[in-house]
């Protein structure tokens, strides 16, 4: 569980962050979504008990940031924005360092060193330097650290970046698992359709503020209004289609073999008009959604238009 | 009694557990560390060859330098030189320390594999020991083997070895030089974000180190071997500030507050003048702001005092017993009138001429070196600047008696009429001079840091021209019209 209340951090003349409220609930995948410069890193540093808040107060995993700063730091998973290695030790030591600073005993280090090199197909290359990897595999050998002592919350900068596409899937599979098994996930990307996949919630900061928190679908419909329906035929029957329609929500447009409308009720509209239109024998082949993409929503915001 | 008992093994107990708890994560960083800087051979091979070819050296040449002087019966000079040989044989792996520690340090944050270390269950404390001891066991191991290394051939080859006392002040010297060095890393770290600037700044620990080892030299090619206690224990007191400022300025906030180096020179020089520049007029100069600023340095007012007097005293009358001046270089009838004193004063060259203003700008050069060197040397030479002079008067005062003069009534005719006005300025400005040499001890937060120094300048030059310049003039038109025809009219009265 990670609650924030009114966190702000002033670094000389400059807000870095800004009267922050958020909460994630164990189970629950928050993405912080923002531009750079706009307060992500400070603040995942300041609910790592990195930095201390000029003002307000995060309590994680029931533990606040500044008075319990030790408990917060033994109960959180950090991925930062760098995997930041020791490039002249091998993967399997830096693990093991990693473990026995977080108190593991060393037959658990082995156990959940073995494991995680298993999940993410590291298993081969734990004895060779890190200074041999490649950027993806650093990547791995950093999300291996921040799971290794198995925390309740994980705060992950950038979790897939420089990796290729199946290891990416392999990391976006583990942030699933990990809320499926009650975990509370923050998640900074710049990868929207990622944010999107993975977050239960998404944040956006700006210049240090949350300017807009919602699910994905909420934010959609704040932000680019009802969804957009579509329905497509197999033959043209254009006049037909456009007048059984009309007779129940307004047509946005229509082609030869397509035609689009909006409602914010698309579950009980949409089963009437197939009706309608299936009783006036047309011959409808699809009813969806137009995809509307998180980045429409994501520029509109960062571009100050929402 | 019983209970008491228990209690307090339970509290040895339990203060085990809590030095063992805190204690053991930074023993398990250091050994990373440690086992880190074994694996690059920048680092290893460099003390390798320190500690195996350059006894072979230091050994060669005191060897040679021994068969040579012992043509000519001097085999004391190349004695001398064994001791100095084996310090720096300890002293040059040492320095890997400094290395080691910006490295580790600044380092570290530079590749970003610093916040992955501070987001673990690590206190500030616990970082900073794993650290601190990281940076000097190696360079310190190697000190040590290096020194007995050289003491072996040497002992083996000439037949010279050093005595317990000699040995183990040269370890402690060894052992106390790399924890300075590591501990002004420390602070040289957090004032700078980049390896380059750290190095930059390092400039700070090694030219007070580069003085202590000519401090060495000296004392070993004297003879003074017991000197160098005092030079380790002096070292020690050091060791204790430097760590514990080290203390306060390892935090994780300053560690990763700072994301770049920027120098505010606009904000430098408000800072500047705000200290600097009067407020509110002359009248409140006087009356409020320079009696503020001298309440303020009032603990360096009475540690330059401590240290200038006592320590001058101390070393004038030490210096008048152990080389005392035969009587025949002591002419007193140089002081028969002002002209002979004048002409004795040009011949001799080291003292100004008896004018106002002559007397006026060396006392003025002396505070202002006073100044510059204090921020060098955390303010420890401007004071010993000061310690010269007094420790010269004590001195004379030791002597004169010998010829028949009562040394208070030459201190009550020579020094007083003066000495009230420029022992003043020269106490008030040395004290300024060591609050800006120490002021980089202190973090930013508490006052310290760039600005802080550049604050402590301001205030420097103003008391420098408000106060201590005035002083000064009024001192050397004193000095140069009554105190030295005092002196004269005194002695010539006996």
């Given amino acids: ?306 | 009694m019983v209970v008491d008992e228990a209690e307090s093994r339970s509290g040895v107990r339990s203060r085990g557990k809590l030095w063992k708890e805190m204690l053991g994560p930074a023993l398990v960083l250091t050994r990373r560390e440690v086992k880190d800087s074994l694996r690059d051979w920048r680092i290893i091979v460099p003390i390798l060859l320190l500690v195996t070819v350059f006894p072979f050296l230091a050994n060669f040449a005191a060897a040679r330098g021994l068969a040579f002087v012992n043509q000519y019966g001097a085999r004391l000079l190349m004695e001398r030189l064994f001791p100095f040989l084996m310090l720096v044989v300890g002293f040059f792996p040492s320095t890997f320390s400094l290395v080691i520690a910006l490295e580790t340090f600044v380092g570290e944050k530079e590749r970003r594999s610093l916040e992955p270390l501070l987001a673990t269950p690590f206190t500030d404390l616990q970082l900073y020991i794993g650290k601190l001891l990281a940076s000097t066991i190696p360079p310190v191991l190697a000190s040590y083997f290096g020194m007995v290394f050289y003491v072996l051939l040497l002992g083996f080859t000439v037949n010279w070895w050093p005595t317990f006392s000699l040995f183990a002040v040269g370890v402690v010297l060894a052992t106390a030089q790399a924890l300075v060095m590591v501990s002004a890393a420390v602070i040289v770290s957090a004032q700078s974000t980049s390896v380059r600037a750290a190095n930059l700044l390092a400039s700070f620990i090694i030219i007070p180190m580069a003085f202590l080892l000519q401090a060495e030299a000296a004392l070993l090619l004297m003879g003074h071997y017991g000197s160098l206690w005092l030079l380790a224990l002096a070292l020690v007191v050091v060791n204790v500030l430097l760590l514990r400022m080290g203390v306060t300025v390892f935090n994780r906030e300053h560690l990763l507050g700072r994301e770049v180096d920027r120098i505010d020179f606009k904000g430098a020089w408000r800072t500047f003048w705000q200290a600097f520049w009067p407020r509110r007029g002359l009248g409140s100069l006087y009356l409020r702001e320079i009696p503020g600023l001298i309440r303020a340095i009032g603990p360096e007012i009475l540690f330059t005092l401590l240290v200038v007097f006592g320590g001058g005293v101390f070393v004038g009358v030490w210096g008048a017993a152990q080389f005392p001046l035969p009587l025949e270089v002591m002419d007193l009838s140089v002081l028969g009138d002002l002209e002979s004193l004048e002409q004795a004063v040009e011949t001799a060259g080291i003292l100004p001429k008896f004018s106002t203003l002559a007397i006026f700008s060396n006392n003025v050069r002396s505070l202002i070196l006073g100044g510059l060197l204090a921020l060098f040397s955390l303010g420890t030479l401007a004071e010993l600047l000061l310690l010269a002079p007094v420790a010269i008067i004590a001195y004379i005062a030791m002597l004169v008696p010998r010829l028949g003069i009562d040394p208070w009534g030459m201190l009550v005719a020579g020094v007083l009429p003066h000495g009230v006005f420029e022992l003043s300025a020269a106490v008030l400005a040395t004290a300024q001079a060591m609050r800006m040499g120490v002021i980089i001890l202190r973090s930013p937060e508490k006052g310290g840091g760039v600005l802080g120094i550049v604050r402590e300048l301001g205030h420097f030059v103003k008391l420098f021209i408000f106060l201590v310049l005035p002083f000064l003039l009024a001192a050397a038109w004193i000095e140069a019209e009554i105190s030295t025809r005092l002196t004269i009219g005194f002695l010539s009265g006996l």
């Fill in chain 1, 1 to 306: 569980m990670i609650e924030i209340e009114g966190l702000t951090k002033q670094f000389e003349a400059i807000l870095a962050v800004d009267q922050v409220n958020l909460k994630v609930a164990p189970g629950e995948v928050l993405a912080l979504l923002g531009p750079n410069g706009a307060g992500k890193t400070t603040t995942v540093r300041m609910l790592s008990a990195i930095l201390k808040p000029t003002a307000g107060r995060a309590s994680v995993a029931g533990f606040d940031t500044v008075r319990d700063s030790l408990e917060v730091r033994r109960n959180v998973g950090v991925l930062t924005e760098a995997p930041g290695l020791y490039k002249r030790m091998s993967g399997h030591e830096y693990l093991d360092f990693f473990g026995e600073v977080r108190g593991l005993s060393k037959s658990k280090r082995r156990e959940r060193i073995l494991h995680l090199a298993d999940w993410f197909r590291m298993a081969d290359v734990l004895d060779r330097r890190l200074g041999e990897y490649s950027k993806g595999m650093m990547q791995k050998i950093a999300l291996m650290r921040t799971l290794l002592h198995d925390p309740p919350v994980l705060l992950l900068d950038e979790p897939t970046s420089a990796m290729d596409p199946e290891s990416a899937r392999l990391v976006r599979d583990t942030i699933l698992q990990m809320r499926d098994s009650q975990r509370s996930v923050i998640v900074c990307t710049h990868n929207l359709p990622e944010a999107e996949e993975l977050a239960d919630r998404i944040a956006v900061i700006r210049q240090g503020r949350i300017v807009v928190d919602g699910t994905p679908d909420e934010l959609k419909l704040r932000l680019l209004g009802a969804p957009l329906m579509e329905v497509r035929f197999s033959r043209s029957s254009q006049n037909g289609v456009v007048k059984v329609v009309s007779q129940f929500v307004e047509v946005a447009a229509s082609g030869d073999l397509w035609l689009r409308y909006r409602t914010g009720k698309p579950e009980e509209i949409n089963p009437v008009v197939l009706r309608a239109l299936l009783d006036a024998g047309l011959p409808v082949l699809s009813l969806s959604e137009v995809p509307r993409s998180l980045e429409s929503v994501y520029l509109r915001v960062v571009s100050g238009e929402a």
